[in-house]
């Protein structure tokens, strides 16, 4: 791992700090080996350094919040710090505070970071299959709407998430989204007898700019195929691996 933490940017994001990063410049060890910041699956002072130094190749200084994640549509608005301990389950933050860096965890999943330049408003979310069916990048953009942000102004970036060639789901899994929208059917390309191939980095953002958000982008970076570069849930899953680490995406302003 390298020594300092790898931090891919946006130039649509290019006002507000931000960051969504990778596994190296970490200390954790073994299977966890890098910039893992999840507490569930490792030595709590590594993880905690880890968001330490997540937090301060982003915007030092800043206080870095997250919260406990559920697959939900769930969104917090921010307004003042907590405690890791006592943090809200929800699966996206919004804010209008500076000094504070909001974040979300994902390893496979796609991070999402928003930014309303004008309105100095920023959010976070977490897009796995469950909350982006269930509209939790909709739901963000309505709370940052509710702190004065409008959705033809922000800026939307998807971050490294699993790619559509690595993310094979059954039949059922498929149905459950064309039922909810015929218009889904595109996002996915036929595999073998019963499979098929997921874009969710395709849905989430078709999903944003479906809801007129004005600016959206993709980071096109694959988390299941560089495992030297991010930690993937369903490639340790498939090496049969007993755990996982959790990357990090984070905004901020300053």
């Known amino acids: 791992m390298s020594e300092q933490p790898e931090v891919l940017t946006h130039a649509a994001l290019a006002g507000a700090a931000h960051g969504f990063l990778g596994r190296r410049g970490g200390v954790s060890t073994g299977l966890h080996a890098g ?15 880890n968001r330490r130094r997540a937090g301060a190749a982003v915007l030092p200084g800043a206080l870095l919040l997250t919260c406990y994640q559920i697959h939900s549509a769930d969104v917090v608005t921010v307004t003042a710090p907590w405690d890791d301990a006592d943090r ?5 933050l919004v804010t209008d505070q500076p000094g504070l860096l909001i974040g979300v965890l994902t390893a496979d999943c796609a991070p999402v970071l928003f930014h309303d330049a004008e309105a100095g408003v ?7 299959w469950k909350g982006a069916i269930g509209g939790v990048t909709d739901r963000t953009v309505e709370a940052m709407e509710a702190l004065g942000a409008d959705r033809a102004r922000i800026a939307a970036v998807v971050g490294p998430c699993i790619a559509q060639k690595s993310y094979e789901v059954d039949a059922a899994f498929e ?8 218009d889904n059917a595109p996002f996915f390309r036929a595999g073998r007898a019963g499979h098929s191939w997921f ?9 944003l700019a479906g ?11 694959d988390t299941y195929s560089q495992p030297e570069r991010f930690y993937s849930f369903r490639r340790s899953t498939h090496a049969g691996e007993a755990g996982y680490g959790r990357l990090i995406s984070l905004i901020g302003l300053s």
């Open 122 to 128: 920023i959010g976070a979310a977490h897009a796995g």
């Open 35 to 49: 910039l893992n910041v999840s507490y569930s699956e490792d030595e709590p002072a590594h993880t905690a350094e």
């Open 88 to 92: 809200p389950k929800a699966d996206a």
């Open 199 to 207: 874009d969710l980095e395709g849905y989430v953002a078709a999903r």
């Open 175 to 182: 149905a459950r989204f064309t039922a909810d929208d015929p």
């Open 211 to 221: 809801f007129g958000v004005g600016s959206v982008a993709m980071l096109g970076e």
